[in-house]
T-cell receptor, first 116, second 112 residues
Framework: GAGVSQSPSNKVTEKGKDVELRCDPISGHTALYWYRQSLGQGLEFLIY????????KSGLPSDRFSAERTGGSVSTLTIQRTQQEDSAVYLCASSRSGGSSTDTQYFGPGTRLTVL | KQEVTQIPAALSVPEGENLVLNCSFTDSAIYNLQWFRQDPGKGLTSLLLIQSSQREQTSGRLNASLDKSSGRSTLYIAASQPGDSATYLC???????????FGEGTQLTVNP
């Protein structure tokens, strides 16, 4: 079946502009995660959605970052007033249930964001 | 705070060699540990997941072990091939949540 998909694959924007990144999880997966991979910071957690529960936003670096998940499926990560330090690869992952010993997270190809 | 460390940061071996990648974590209260592979410019591919109650998992030429009490895992790759060249990442899920905490990765090069 189809894996996790993300769009766009690459995004170049000017400092100060807003961007939206999209993630389509694997069908039937109730858990969805956003991570960021940047030089010098490695892979870091941003936000986690599980079913209809309130999302775990504890990894968002500032209030310029927000995310939503509509209908328990597609998710959008929004970065407002982008800064050069936001340049990174944004990775989305999904899993069947989240928070169990057998739960494997499957990753999408990522969106490479460059802020000029 | 959970910290994950991978050693070595980079490794170059000739084709055919068996090799071991190391991962350590500071907090043993984990649900599981996953090993991933990342090719340049690509996302992450899950290789193996070891539950906290397990000692090892095997898939083809890959074998991963877990010693939860000492906070260590190893990924053993047998008979390495040039196609194994990639960055290998280990990550753990703490029992308090669902997020993965990643190590910095080991960049593996297998030379023909």
């Amino acid at each position: 079946g189809a894996g996790v998909s993300q769009s766009p694959s690459n995004k170049v924007t000017e400092k100060g502009k807003d961007v939206e990144l999209r993630c389509d999880p694997i069908s039937g997966h109730t858990a969805l995660y956003w991570y960021r991979q940047s030089l010098g910071q490695g892979l870091e957690f941003l936000i986690y959605f599980q079913g209809n529960s309130a999302p775990d936003k504890s990894g968002l670096p500032s209030d310029r970052f927000s995310a939503e998940r509509t209908g328990g499926s597609v998710s959008t990560l929004t970065i407002q007033r982008t800064q050069q330090e936001d340049s990174a690869v944004y990775l989305c992952a999904s899993s069947r249930s989240g928070g169990s010993s057998t739960d494997t997270q499957y990753f999408g190809p990522g969106t490479r964001l460059t802020v000029l | 705070k959970q910290e994950v460390t991978q050693i070595p940061a980079a490794l170059s071996v000739p084709e055919g060699e068996n090799l071991v990648l190391n991962c350590s974590f500071t907090d043993s209260a984990i649900y599981n540990l996953q090993w991933f592979r990342q090719d340049p410019g690509k996302g992450l591919t899950s290789l193996l997941l070891i539950q906290s109650s397990q000692r090892e998992q095997t898939s083809g030429r890959l074998n991963a072990s877990l010693d939860k009490s000492s906070g260590r895992s190893t990924l053993y790759i047998a008979a390495s091939q040039p196609g194994d060249s990639a960055t290998y990442l280990c990550a753990v899920v703490h029992t308090s949540g669902s997020r993965l905490t990643f190590g910095e990765g080991t960049q593996l090069t297998v030379n023909p």
